[in-house]
């Protein structure tokens, strides 16, 4: 096994026998070692392993898989970066994880990025975290699930960023877990929506007008719905000049979101 894992790192990066022998070992030795036919000594696998940039643990491992191998090798550096939110760091170290455990991790670390963008409502960055993540998802099963939440995020993004034609308001779902399921402000923005489903726009007006202050301590994602429910609400009580400074606040929040 030592032998065919030298003979791939070596044709993988395109370097002849003779190249990867130098003047340490003769070609000769080099092939009957990639052959199985000669075992290397400690010293002659150092130097192997330096020349062709892999740990010389890797060759005597039982892996064929050396990103799994790197990985492991730097397991408890990887787990300590991922704990302290260090998601950036830990990336880095993944690297091209293609194993399950290494995409469900790329994942998890993209969509930890893509929420914190989204909070900060920077949400072209967010947006590429997330499509980072669902991408990588493609093939782990265990990556679906924060696959999914990724993908309400991107929808709700794009709505805002005028790249879906679905309406605003159309996943309410997904909304409140974006903002914050928790919040008051959630909840009673929600209550305003079901007065509009009713057709109580004046009531629902109202209701709405009390968020404000409290939403604007949650972000501009939030602004934007209230401020997008509102106008509709406006609209259908005939109050046009206030509609339309609604339109003019939600296109100043949007401007700020994709800077």
């Avoid at 960055?125 to 991107?154: H, M, N, Q």
């Avoid at 106008?231 to 003019?248: P, Q, S, W």
Wanted: aromatic letters at 6%; a negative charge.
């Amino acid at each position: 096994m030592t032998g065919e894992k030298i003979k791939n790192l070596r044709r993988g990066l395109g370097l002849t026998q003779a190249e990867i022998a130098g003047e340490e070992i003769t070609r000769n030795m080099l092939s009957q070692i990639e052959n199985g036919v000669a075992n290397p000594s400690i010293s002659t696998l150092t130097y192997l392993a330096k020349k062709l940039n892999v740990p010389v643990e890797y060759l005597i491992s039982e892996t064929d898989d050396l990103s799994a191998f790197m990985r492991i090798s730097k397991r408890k550096s990887i787990d300590d970066a991922f704990c302290s939110g260090e998601y950036e760091k830990c990336l880095e170290l993944l690297g091209d994880a293609n194993d399950s455990e290494g995409k469900l991790l790329t994942c998890m670390c993209c969509f930890a990025l893509g929420k914190a963008s989204f909070e900060k409502c920077e949400l072209l960055s967010s947006t590429e975290y997330f499509e980072k993540c669902v991408a990588l998802s493609e093939g782990s099963p265990f990556a679906c699930a924060v696959a999914d939440s990724a993908k309400r995020y991107i929808s709700i993004s794009s709505a805002i960023l005028g790249r879906e034609k679905t309406a605003i308001t159309a996943d309410v779902a997904d909304y409140a877990m974006a903002i914050n399921e928790k919040s008051s402000v959630t909840q009673r923005h929600l209550e305003a929506r079901s007065l509009m489903a009713q057709g109580k726009y004046s009531d629902a007006e109202k209701k709405l007008g009390t968020l404000f202050s409290e939403a604007k301590q949650i972000g501009a994602v939030c602004e934007f719905y209230i401020l997008t429910d509102l106008e509709t609400c406006l609209k259908h009580t005939g109050d046009y000049e206030r509609a339309y400074a609604c339109a003019e606040q939600r296109m100043e929040l949007k401007n700020l979101m994709t800077k």
